[in-house]
């Protein structure tokens, strides 16, 4: 069984930053790969980002790419998703996710665990 706890949503004004945290538990961190999904009111649920288990190989969604950065540090079995230029379009619930292979993935049927979600809204 895996944990994932995140931390770090809240308000932002447009064009400010946030960062958010993931911290797992219950098996190795660095043999997974990781991801960040969100979903607004009314709107299914997509992928933001993915890192592989090494964190050598990052994914992004077109409308995060060059303002969304994600990492991990495996030796505080945690990721992060460092977001800037916030706009209104990423308000919603962020969920943190392990993937059940050490790439990288962008879609959700590889996710095998999430987080509960902590919630984004960016006031514009």
């Known amino acids: 069984q895996v944990q994932l706890v995140e931390s770090g949503g809240g308000l932002a004004q447009a064009g400010g930053s946030l960062r958010l945290s993931c911290v797992a538990s219950?098996?190795?961190?660095?043999?997974?790969?990781m991801g960040w999904f969100r979903q607004a009111p009314g709107k299914e649920r997509e992928f933001v980002a993915g890192?592989?288990?090494?964190?050598?190989?990052?994914y992004y969604a077109d409308s995060v790419k060059g303002r969304f950065t994600i990492s991990r540090d495996n030796a505080k079995n945690t990721v992060y998703l460092q977001m800037n230029s916030l706009n209104a379009d990423d308000t919603g619930v962020y969920y943190c996710?392990?993937?059940?292979?050490?790439?990288?993935?962008?879609?959700?049927?590889?996710?095998?665990?999430w987080g509960q979600g902590t919630q984004v809204t960016v006031s514009s």
């Open positions: 996710a392990a993937a059940s292979t050490f790439r990288a993935q962008t879609t959700k049927s590889w996710y095998n665990y």
């Open positions: 219950g098996r190795t961190f660095s043999n997974f790969g």
């Open positions: 890192i592989s288990g090494n964190g050598g190989a990052t």
